[in-house]
């Protein structure tokens, strides 16, 4: 079956870095785009960032531009946020998300894991 499992995540001050890493199996994961989302307490879930399956096209929330990085390692079926210059409203649980749809979306989710941004 398909899973996602985030890794990486915590406790840094403003200013500073964490890596997000999620692995996957139970799919081909190198056929599939991966993205980051997420969501804020009271807030709505909100994509952060994408990558498509060969990483040729990467797209950001305007919120983290220049300070977000997604990548991904095909081989170790791995996709990784890094997450630079955090502020404290960059604090969220942050959620894994591989969509395996063909003609519609169908969403696989991490369990997801939580970053907090405070001094």
């Known amino acids: 079956q398909v899973q996602l499992v985030e890794s990486g995540g915590g406790l840094v001050q403003p200013g500073g870095s964490l890596r997000l890493s999620c692995a996957a199996s139970g799919f081909t994961f190198s056929s599939y785009s991966m993205s980051w989302y997420r969501q804020a307490p009271g807030k709505e879930r909100e994509l952060v960032a994408g990558i498509s399956s060969t990483a040729g096209s990467i797209n950001y929330a305007d919120s983290v531009k220049g300070r977000f990085t997604i990548s991904r390692d095909n081989a170790k079926k791995t996709v990784y946020l890094q997450m630079n210059s955090l502020k404290p409203e960059d604090t969220a649980v942050y959620y894994c998300?591989?969509?395996?749809?063909?003609?519609?979306?169908?969403?696989?989710w991490g369990q997801g894991i939580q970053v907090t941004v405070s001094s």
């Open positions: 998300n591989a969509d395996l749809g063909v003609l519609a979306p169908n969403y696989y």
